[in-house]
């Protein structure tokens, strides 16, 4: 079988080449020898990427254009296994799923230091309501129990629906604990709908592309915070402008639709496996155990960095969407780069290489100013995003078919209410005097545990199918 670094080919006739695996709807080359004896290529294709395709558009065009026909040299960008057509197409689906999850998620973090000022709330009330959102998350986990017994296409389709409805609601809330009702309830809609888009984003893709798969996933979550990041420029038209940041959730109700259309049940669920075989013991108290040290620190960093960039360092609304964007985005790159390399070289050691000085470097954004803040907070957010992969590829892999959804509920719920103590103690600590970054200095310690533990007690699960690590399920067919 032919090929080249941009798809497998087969012969459909003289000098007429289709696809045989590969990324596209359509494809089509033709080679033809001219008058003067020179070799012309014409190639005509339909990427099956739906509502990313204009970002791959060049990219692509530039490949087919330069392509080697040995197909050594993949572009850059591709994944390290060669993707079929409705892989390609259900990763674009769950990448635009994740990111209305993403969105969801962002929305109160984001507007809860305005809506906190509009109604006369401290920061302490604030870190009351920002726990009681996170807390939440037990609603996410019937969701979790709904994809491994309906599967996990019909609960994202359900989840597309329901997350930006009750996100909407914020904009009616008439008090601050009204708000935080509304999305104590919508924040872990979103949540369920990013966990189940995991999970089948895991169990659809090659051994040696379901990290490189998250990391699509978390870079197109960042579209989505980004997007309610950029909402904040609203909450500069009055003391009520945060509203406007939840009536833009309605924006994502088309995707529901699309999911509704295009999206199938991925190939393991739909294989014959067990329905409820019960849980790894082990391995759901040393992934939990992960999650839980970690979000110590990453919940409220997060979260009380528009209040630091608010009240120590004097930021407007679009201070804080320009400096959130400008050193956030760079971290979709180290997404990238991570994953890949949890891929190609090893999960464990890019945890141990990069989790350390990301949070060393955040840490620091919260004592500095100036420019050494906006430097520390974008290479923290850089190194994080390397790291993110290799941690979260772990909480899909672990766990088998029939299991999955339910493992990654606890865990995920495990992770939030983790969070929510974190604000909790930021909070505190902060109504009491002590700084911003002392605070965090001291909830930093639990991401060092959780480094520890995931170097010393973690397996190595790259390049393993993942019945090779669940053995109880069935072996795929190809």
């Given amino acids: 079988m032919p090929r080249t670094d941009v798809c497998d080919e087969r012969a459909s006739g003289d000098n007429v080449f289709e696809q045989a695996i590969g990324p596209f709807s359509s494809y089509r080359r033709k080679v033809t020898t001219t008058a003067d004896g020179s070799i012309r290529e014409t190639t005509s294709y339909r990427l099956a990427v739906p509502w990313f395709g204009w970002v791959f558009a060049l990219p692509m065009r530039h490949a087919i254009r330069h392509r080697r026909s040995d197909g050594a040299s993949?572009?850059?960008?591709?994944?390290?296994?060669?993707?079929?057509?409705?892989?390609?197409?259900?990763?674009?689906?769950?990448?635009?799923?994740?990111?209305?999850?993403?969105?969801?998620?962002?929305?109160?973090?984001?507007?809860?230091?305005?809506?906190?000022?509009?109604?006369?709330?401290?920061?302490?009330?604030?870190?009351?309501?920002?726990?009681?959102?996170?807390?939440?998350?037990?609603?996410?986990?019937?969701?979790?129990?709904?994809?491994?017994?309906?599967?996990?296409?019909?609960?994202?389709?359900?989840?597309?629906?329901?997350?930006?409805?009750?996100?909407?609601?914020?904009?009616?809330?008439?008090?601050?604990?009204?708000?935080?009702?509304?999305?104590?309830?919508?924040?872990?809609?979103?949540?369920?709908?990013?966990?189940?888009?995991?999970?089948?984003?895991?169990?659809d893709m090659p051994r040696n592309s379901r990290a490189f798969a998250l990391s699509l996933l978390a870079m197109s979550s960042g579209l989505g915070a980004g997007i309610a990041v950029a909402s904040l420029r609203l909450a500069d038209l009055g003391d009520d402008g945060w509203r406007y940041s939840y009536l833009l959730s309605l924006m994502w109700l088309p995707i529901a639709v699309s999911l509704a259309r295009q999206l199938g049940e991925t190939r393991r669920f739909e294989t014959a496996h067990p329905i409820a075989p019960l849980l790894d013991r082990r391995r759901l108290a040393l992934i939990s155990t992960v999650a839980l040290a970690s979000n110590m620190f990453i919940a409220p960093a997060s979260f009380f960095q528009n209040r630091y960039l608010g009240d120590v360092r004097g930021y407007s609304g679009g201070g804080i969407a320009l400096f959130t964007l400008a050193t956030g985005t760079p971290a979709s790159i180290g997404l990238i780069v991570g994953g890949k390399l949890a891929d190609v070289i090893s999960r464990r050691k890019l945890i141990v290489w990069c989790s350390p000085f990301s949070t060393a470097c955040i840490m620091g954004a919260?004592?500095?100013?100036?420019?050494?803040?906006?430097?520390?907070?974008?290479?923290?957010?850089?190194?994080?995003?390397?790291?993110?992969?290799?941690?979260?590829?772990?909480?899909?892999?672990?766990?088998?078919?029939?299991?999955?959804?339910?493992?990654?509920?606890?865990?995920?719920?495990?992770?939030?209410?983790?969070?929510?103590?974190?604000?909790?103690?930021?909070?505190?600590a902060r109504d009491h005097g002590v700084s911003f970054g002392w605070a965090m200095a001291a909830v930093a310690t639990g991401q060092l545990l959780a480094v520890y533990v995931a170097y010393r007690y973690y397996p190595e699960t790259a390049h393993l199918e993942l019945e090779q690590l669940n053995p109880g399920d069935p072996i795929l067919e190809t």
Avoid: H, K
């Fill in 366 to 428: 919260f004592f500095l100013g100036g420019p050494a803040m906006w430097a520390l907070a974008l290479i923290g957010g850089f190194t994080a995003g390397m790291a993110y992969p290799a941690f979260a590829v772990y909480r899909a892999e672990m766990f088998p078919t029939g299991n999955r959804g339910r493992a990654n509920g606890v865990i995920t719920a495990t992770a939030l209410l983790s969070g929510s103590l974190g604000i909790l103690l930021v909070g505190y």
């Fill in 74 to 203: 993949p572009p850059w960008w591709s994944p390290p296994d060669r993707l079929s057509e409705r892989q390609v197409r259900t990763l674009a689906l769950l990448a635009i799923a994740s990111s209305a999850a993403a969105f969801a998620n962002t929305l109160f973090t984001q507007t809860a230091n305005f809506a906190a000022d509009s109604f006369g709330v401290g920061d302490q009330g604030q870190g009351y309501g920002g726990a009681a959102v996170r807390i939440g998350v037990l609603i996410a986990l019937p969701f979790a129990l709904l994809a491994d017994r309906v599967g996990r296409r019909r609960t994202i389709i359900l989840l597309a629906w329901l997350t930006p409805l009750f996100c909407a609601l914020g904009a009616a809330a008439p008090s601050f604990p009204l708000l935080v009702a509304s999305q104590t309830v919508a924040r872990p809609l979103g949540i369920a709908m990013a966990m189940v888009a995991g999970v089948a984003a895991a169990e």
